[in-house]
Structures are given as structure tokens and as C-alpha cells.
């Protein structure tokens, strides 16, 4: 079996402030890793994703993810957050040779100007 | 591709009506799955299928919930009777295996049973 677990319900921040939004994961098998992020009204697109090779993966908007085996861990990173950046994020996994993904609840990120 | 297709985007009915959410995924995309999202329960998936055969309907809350996949390029959600507590955002998304696993949804259909 496997789970992603969100730590945080809800993160709020001012802007240009660094963020981290904490995900971690179970799994037996290897795994493939991603964040998404959903804006009001809208339907989950992809940030970033970890397949395989460097564990710091960047993706769209200035975000980065860090993969730590050790840890099992996939924290999400921004620099300086924007108001736009305010919006719904789900980290998710993938293991083995299955297609079928585990999300977790999600962690609402809200940016305060 | 213009993505992940859903109609309609908004459905207004009243209880004890047929709801049919329609899909269409992304061509050459070969699982196709359904979700539910309510702020209670969060994302859950209803159901999935893989080249049009439905593989793992575990998630389908009840009976009343039935999903087809006529064909590669098109599916529908069907809630027949509808009640007020099927009131949700339900979305389709697609994968390809030939891709790197990740999920592409649609923009959704908001729900709302009176």
C-alpha cells in the first residue's frame, strides 16, 4: 500500500516571503513523485515532477521540490511567493509499475499582501 | 491538444433526477479516470479505465453512480437518482503510458443537487 501525507491544511504567508510545503510518502515500491496545483475554479495542473535521476527537480513559477529518499520526503519550495500563487497544492505519487496515483488532502497556500 | 474536455461545466438539478457528466481525454492518452472533490472528503477517485475497459470501480460511492467508456475518445458519469449530498466537483483526467505518469484534468463540472 501506499499514502502521501500533507502535513499542513492550510499555509498562509505574506508575499515575497519564502514557502515550503511539506509532503511525505509511503511506499514499497520505487516511486514517481509530482505536486500539482489548483486554482479556484479550476481543474489540478502539474508544477513539477521527480522520475528518476537529480532529486532537485524545478517546475513552473519558480517552484522546486527536493526528493529525500531517506526521509521519505518531497517538500516544495519557493523562493518569494506571489499573491498569484495563492491556490490549492497536491503533492501525489506514483509506484512501481501502476498508473494509478495516490494524492494527498492537499495544503492550501494563502499568499496575504 | 486542447486538453482534457468536460461538459457541461456547471449542472443545477433537483433530487431524484439523471445527471450525465460527460468527458473527453486527450487523444492517444489510454487510462481514463473520474474523481469527485468535495471540501469533506477532499479528491477521491471514483473509477478508472484503461484502453475503455473499466478496471477498479471501488471508488463509486453507490449504485446510483454508473460510468462508461464507449470508446477511446469519450466517457460519461452517470448519477441516477441524483441526491443533495452528490453535490461536488467532479473531474476527468488522462495519462498515457507512453508518457511520464502524469495526470491531465479537465476544468471540471460543478454539481449541485437541490
Known amino acids: 500500500a501506499q499514502s502521501v501525507t500533507q502535513l499542513d491544511s492550510q499555509v498562509p504567508v505574506f508575499e515575497e516571503a519564502p514557502v515550503e510545503l511539506r509532503c511525505n510518502y509511503s511506499?514499497?515500491?520505487?516511486?514517481?513523485l509530482f505536486w500539482y496545483v489548483q486554482y479556484p475554479n479550476q481543474g489540478l495542473q502539474l508544477l513539477l515532477k521527480y522520475l528518476s535521476g537529480s532529486t532537485l527537480v524545478k517546475g513552473i513559477n519558480g517552484f522546486e521540490a527536493e526528493f529525500n529518499k531517506s526521509q521519505t520526503s518531497f517538500h516544495l519550495r519557493k523562493p518569494s511567493v506571489h499573491i498569484s500563487d495563492t491556490a490549492e497544492y497536491f503533492c501525489s505519487l506514483t509506484g512501481g509499475g501502476s498508473y494509478i496515483p495516490t494524492f494527498g488532502r492537499g495544503t492550501s497556500l494563502i499568499v496575504h499582501p | 491538444d486542447a486538453g482534457v474536455i468536460q461538459s457541461p461545466r456547471h449542472e443545477v438539478t433537483e433530487m431524484g433526477q439523471e445527471v450525465t457528466l460527460r468527458c473527453k481525454p486527450i487523444s492517444g492518452h489510454d487510462y481514463l479516470f473520474w474523481y469527485r472533490q468535495t471540501m469533506m472528503r477532499g479528491l477521491e477517485l471514483l473509477i478508472y479505465?484503461?484502453?475503455?475497459?473499466?478496471?477498479?470501480d471501488s471508488g463509486m460511492p453507490e449504485d446510483r453512480f454508473s460510468a462508461k467508456m464507449p470508446n477511446a475518445s469519450f466517457s460519461t458519469l452517470k448519477i441516477q437518482p441524483s441526491e443533495p449530498r452528490d453535490s461536488a466537483v467532479y473531474f476527468c483526467a488522462s495519462t498515457s503510458t507512453s508518457g511520464s505518469r502524469e495526470q491531465y484534468f479537465g476544468p471540471g463540472t460543478r454539481l449541485t443537487v437541490t
Open positions: 479505465f484503461n484502453n475503455n475497459v473499466p478496471i477498479d
Open positions: 511506499s514499497s515500491v520505487s516511486v514517481y
